[in-house]
């Protein structure tokens, strides 16, 4: 049983590397341990990198299919709701159309019959209308009682008109975000998990914001950002709760996407178009519990992610500041106007 070491008369060939080890200066110790240190670094900023390719450029999407038949969309008519629509018809799927304008939701209706051959069904509500939420609520779960609802698509949302401190903010608009952001989409989910969890498939898909999930802070966006804030912590937790029912729950979070609400009519590699984005978007259901579904964002939430918060902090609050001046000038010209012409 001689082991390495023992024989003196090959000393270097047979020192085992406890001997070495013993024998070293703790400075060379020290150094080997920094060295496996940075090298698991590495090792897992690359595996992280790698993953990332992955799930953004080369991962299939699921076959949607498999939830269910139809699936349901709110704030369809426009924007990144009306690129779900029309996407989750191309990939046949049924959609109940939920918004607020009837004549625009029967255009919308009109053309995914007849692009993709699927069946539709509408409904026109106000979801700030006066009065009980439970009244709306009823009429959509109405709506959907004799259907197989596969997947939700949480999409309404209200946001600022431009950027405010909270003592700007209309107080009517406080209760409206807090209605439409967080008491329509928890009542919604609610009112679909019942039917998921008899055939124990679906889907749902919250969208949130990066203004939540990605910046550290969303200032003069305080409310947005707050009712995003409860999106993302509402979904994550829900998708823990129900996976074992094969119910996947998702937080979406979009960064800029060219729309009515961002006010951004040319699209570009970092703000999509609305059809653009939510092809991405089909692509991420079923997956991880938040994401923000194109590359390009979700390369942005690498970089925010990798600066101290205090910087990005800085960034965004003059961003915003830029966004309210602007709007404040255009206000302010647009009384002028009016006072020039009476
Ligand atoms: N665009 C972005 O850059 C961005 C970034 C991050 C997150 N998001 C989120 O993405 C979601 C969609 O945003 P978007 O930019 O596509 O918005 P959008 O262009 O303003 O479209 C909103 C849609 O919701 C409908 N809607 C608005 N108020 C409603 C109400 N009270 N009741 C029923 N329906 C109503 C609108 O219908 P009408 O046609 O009747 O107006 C429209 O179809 C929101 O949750 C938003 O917070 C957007
Ligand atoms: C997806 O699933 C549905 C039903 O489960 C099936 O009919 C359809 O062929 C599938 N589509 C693809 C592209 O695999
Ligand atoms: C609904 O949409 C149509 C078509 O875009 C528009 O002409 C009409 O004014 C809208 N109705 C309301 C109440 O906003």
Not at 52 to 59: A, K, M, T
Not at 60 to 82: E, F, M, Q
Not at 226 to 236: A, I, L
Request: glycine share 8%; proline share 3%.
């Amino acid at each position: 049983m001689a082991t390495g070491g023992a024989a003196g008369d090959a000393p270097n060939a047979s020192v085992s590397l406890s001997d070495q080890l013993r024998s070293a200066s703790p400075e060379y110790l020290i150094l080997v341990a920094l060295a496996a240190l940075g090298f698991l670094v590495l090792l897992r900023a690359l595996s992280r990198f790698l993953r990332g390719i992955w799930c953004v450029f080369l991962r299939p999407g699921k076959n949607l299919s498999h939830y269910g038949k139809w699936a349901v969309v709110t704030g369809c008519t426009d924007g990144i709701g009306r690129g779900f629509a029309l996407e989750l018809a191309r990939k046949k799927l049924s959609v109940v159309l939920i918004s607020r304008n009837q004549t625009k939701l029967v255009e919308l209706a009109q053309e995914i019959e007849s692009k993709y051959k699927v069946e539709t069904r509408v409904l026109a509500v106000d979801f700030t209308e006066g009065g009980e939420l439970q009244s709306i609520i009823d009429r959509v779960e109405a709506t959907l009682s004799d259907l197989d609802v596969g997947i939700l698509i949480n999409n309404v949302g209200l946001s600022y008109p431009h950027a405010q401190y909270l003592n700007e903010l209309d107080v009517m608009l406080i209760g409206d975000l807090i209605r439409v952001n967080v008491e329509v989409t928890t009542r919604l989910t609610r009112s679909v998990i019942p039917g998921m969890l008899k055939k124990r498939r679906g889907a749902i898909v919250n969208v949130g914001s990066g203004a939540a999930t990605v910046l550290p802070s969303d200032p003069l966006y305080a409310v947005y950002a707050g009712t995003k804030g409860f999106v993302d912590q509402f979904s994550r937790t829900l998708a823990v709760e129900y996976k074992q029912w094969g119910i996947d729950v998702q937080c979406q979070a979009p960064l800029y996407v060219a729309t009515k609400m961002s006010k951004i009519r040319k699209s570009s590699l970092t703000c999509p178009s609305a059809n653009v984005y939510a092809r991405s978007a089909l692509k991420a259901i079923g997956y991880e519990s938040r994401v923000t579904p194109y590359w390009a964002h979700a390369i942005m939430w690498w970089i925010v992610a990798s600066l101290p918060e205090q910087v990005m902090d800085t960034i965004r609050l003059k961003q915003n500041l830029g966004i309210r001046k602007k709007a404040l000038n255009k206000h302010a010209q647009k009384k002028i106007g009016e006072k020039k012409s009476s």
